[in-house]
């Protein structure tokens, strides 16, 4: 299984301050994306980078990708209290996307 | 905000029953999935369909079965609803033929709990 694993579990920090996910996966992967959900609803795609690309920006967030060790990274700068929500990586092989179990972050004002 | 819509979006019966799970998409996405997610967990899939009449079954054995006659609708079914059903089902669709073809949209999901 290529299935994306994530630490920590569970993240709370204070508002202001930076948020640094991790995900690990097992196999090859054509790309690897992020996503967020907040509670009891559907996710919401944050960012992809392509297996050739080292690290990628979207506002806030920053992606990187270190293939030769099988990882990923997701910070978000300057969290506010509504980043709080738990955040998934999905690594995509051939054909499907299989999402880690995800970190839950919590930003307190 | 995605075009996805999902109902109900809560659902509370009895074991035995019959139930449909709706999904729908105005994007005229080809790629339509259905996910499972226990509170706290990831999701897992376990149906998804490339098109009409195209269905899979994804990685997660499950009883529900599913249908693609329409490409904008994309129901879940359980003949026989269990209290081991009990769950949040996430539908989602993304478009092969566009620049940003990996991406899913997901619904607002359904959360299922059954007596």
């Known amino acids: 299984s290529q299935q994306g694993e994530e630490d920590p579990q569970a993240l709370s920090i204070q508002e202001g301050e930076n948020a640094t996910m991790n995900c690990s996966y097992k196999?090859?992967?054509?790309?690897l994306q992020w996503y967020r959900q907040n509670s009891g609803r559907g996710l919401v795609h944050l960012i992809l980078i392509r297996s050739n690309e080292r690290e990628k920006h979207s506002g806030r967030l920053r992606v990187t990708l270190d293939t030769s060790k099988k990882s990923s990274s997701l910070l978000i700068t300057a969290s506010r209290a509504a980043d709080t929500a738990s955040y998934f990586c999905a690594t995509q092989g051939a054909q499907k996307l299989v999402f880690g179990q995800g970190t839950r972050l919590t930003i307190n004002p | 905000e995605a075009d996805i819509y999902q109902t109900p979006r809560y659902l509370v019966i009895g074991t035995g029953k019959k139930i449909t799970l709706e999904c729908s998409q105005t994007m005229g996405h080809d790629k339509m999935y259905w996910y499972q997610q226990d509170p706290g967990m990831e999701l897992h899939l376990i149906h998804y369909?490339?098109?009409?009449?195209?269905?899979e079954k994804g990685d997660l054995s499950s009883e529900s079965t599913v249908s693609r006659i329409r490409t904008e609708h994309f129901p879940l079914t359980l003949e026989s609803a269990r209290p081991s059903h009990t769950s949040q089902y996430l539908c989602?669709?993304?478009?092969?033929?566009?620049?940003?073809?990996?991406?899913?949209?997901f619904g607002p999901g359904t959360r299922l709990t059954v007596l």
């Open positions: 369909s490339y098109g009409v009449n195209s269905t």
């Open positions: 196999t090859s992967i054509n790309n």
């Open positions: 989602a669709s993304s478009d092969p033929w566009r620049e940003r073809h990996n991406e899913q949209f």
